[in-house]
């Protein structure tokens, strides 16, 4: 699927069934040709890749889900301090917030393993590119 394909959704914040996110695998599979892991699934819940060399739509894309999955991390983290230091908080608020903080460890999770991936792909920032793919990987 491409940004230009007629069928491509950008992706909506907390994406994801709402039990539980899709594991992180502990290892990438071997992905030749500067594959990036996208900070969202495929629709059937598969990690995404993006071929590209780091330019691109959807790779502003995918590095601007990033941030903001990032600030929302800050953002429960900063709540959790606040309510483990009020004894009165409710057990079901607890709860929530563990749910919350499990989403954001997911994804916090998926974004260093897509760092890491380029990093050993020794990805180059610099120039354009005229094409990206994206597409979904079997695990």
Request: with cysteine; glycine share 10%; charged share 25%.
């Amino acid at each position: 699927m491409t940004e230009n394909d007629p069928t491509f959704q950008r992706p909506a914040p907390g994406y994801g069934p709402a039990s539980a996110p899709p594991a992180v695998p502990t290892s990438a599979p071997s992905l030749a040709g500067g594959l990036r892991l996208l900070p969202w699934p495929t629709p059937d819940g598969r990690p995404c890749y993006l071929s590209s060399d780091g330019n691109g739509r959807v790779a502003e894309l995918a590095d601007h889900v990033e941030e903001m999955q990032l600030r929302t991390g800050e953002e429960i983290l900063g709540h959790a301090r606040r309510m483990l230091a009020d004894h009165t908080v409710p057990t079901r608020e607890f709860r929530f917030l563990s749910a919350r903080l499990a989403e954001a460890l997911h994804d916090a999770l998926r974004i260093s393993e897509s760092r890491g991936m380029r990093i050993q792909q020794g990805e180059i920032t610099g120039g354009n590119t005229s094409r990206e793919n994206v597409r979904g990987m079997h695990g």
